[in-house]
């Protein structure tokens, strides 16, 4: 009897501190969250039934702005909505330029053809970045003719908008755009803490062999410090896996972390892993949006500090934080 006192004990002693280990309410006080603008203010669309290789151009929702994603115009006006970091995508061009645009070919939202890589910065730049926009299936094209010059190059991004923030997305598997954009960015003397580059596992290897100083951040690697984390938060400790890195939760189970969302945000600072929230998963797709409404935004627990991503900078951001107090 006296054994199994003490068994009963030692359990409960260990459930008690794994609470009080992942308490969120023991953590710091914290900070108000930040935002990460994906494309900067864009068009958005129904992501229903989008596959990896669709014009979704073509099924944007009717326009109430005009600005075309990965612009200096969509860039700026996310800062100035609020937003502390802007997600670009980049291809690297016949002429040893980047240039910042998401698809893997030119035929969807613009008037050029081909695939993007293999054309030269002077002639993406040339084409008409809102050509392929519609909401009405073609009828009408209401972005035509705006967006001719807009798509500018990755060093005409990073001066533009000097010490601010920016993901980088990778958009190959190719490890020598590692070895290129290491020297791309050396060129121009940009700190490493401006930046968290995104994509496959090959290029993100090579990036870190080059460059260690910049977080970085695949779906692999996201996967792992996920699982890992599940296995192990519970007493605290942070698997190698979400070290240096950013660990992204969808909003309907963020709650699974351990010690979410106040004690889990001090671990990965500890750890330098930044830790952000998005959109809802959906089981079907295993896909997920962002934080795109103010519904969705409020829904986020008192207390969380860390980013929030969202497609929709110009309705959910900073701005947006105080309404419920001022209501």
């Known amino acids: 009897m006296r054994y199994g006192r003490l068994a009963v004990a030692a359990i409960g002693a260990t459930v ?27 068009q958005t669309f129904d992501p229903t039934g989008v596959g990896p ?12 702005h005009t600005f ?12 100035d909505a609020g937003a502390e970091i802007v997600e670009i995508d980049i291809h690297p061009t016949t002429d040893n330029e980047f240039a910042v645009f998401h698809d ?10 081909g695939i ?19 909401a009405d299936d073609g009828a009408t094209y209401p972005l035509r003719g705006t967006g001719i010059g807009l798509i500018p ?8 908008f000097p010490g601010r923030r920016f993901v980088i997305n990778i958009k190959s598997n190719d490890p ?11 060129a121009r003397n940009i700190d490493p803490e401006r930046l968290i580059v995104v994509g496959a596992p090959a290029p993100l290897t090579r990036l870190a062999e080059l460059r260690p100083g910049i977080r970085q951040l695949s779906r692999r690697g996201l996967k792992d410090c996920a699982l890992r984390y599940l296995l192990t938060g519970w007493s605290g400790f942070v698997p190698q896996a979400c070290r ?66 969202t497609n929709r900078i110009e309705r959910v951001n900073p701005s947006a934080l105080g309404r419920q107090e001022v209501r």
């Open 104 to 113: 893997w070919t030119l035929d969807c939202r613009t008037d050029g053809t």
């Open 244 to 309: 240096n890195t950013v660990l992204i939760l969808p909003k309907n189970y963020a709650r699974l972390a351990w010690g979410w969302p106040r004690r889990l945000e001090q671990r990965m600072a500890d750890a330098n892993t930044l830790v952000w929230v998005m959109g809802d998963l959906d089981r079907a797709t295993m896909n997920s949006t962002g934080i795109d409404t103010l519904d969705a935004l409020d829904a986020l627990p008192d207390g969380y500090s860390g980013g929030i991503w």
């Open 153 to 160: 190059s990755l060093g005409e991004v990073l001066d533009a």
């Open 68 to 79: 075309i994603e990965n612009t200096l115009p969509a860039i700026g006006a996310a800062f």
């Open 53 to 64: 290789q669709d014009c979704t151009a073509t099924r944007i929702a009717p326009i109430t």
């Open 176 to 186: 020598h755009e590692a070895e290129r954009l290491a020297v791309y960015l050396d």
């Open 116 to 134: 993007t890589r293999e054309h030269s910065m002077a002639e993406i730049r040339s084409l008409d970045a809102g050509w392929g926009y519609t």
């Open 16 to 42: 008690l501190a794994a609470y009080l280990g992942n308490a969120s309410w023991l953590a710091p006080e914290p900070d108000q969250p930040y935002f990460i603008s994906h494309r900067g203010v864009h």
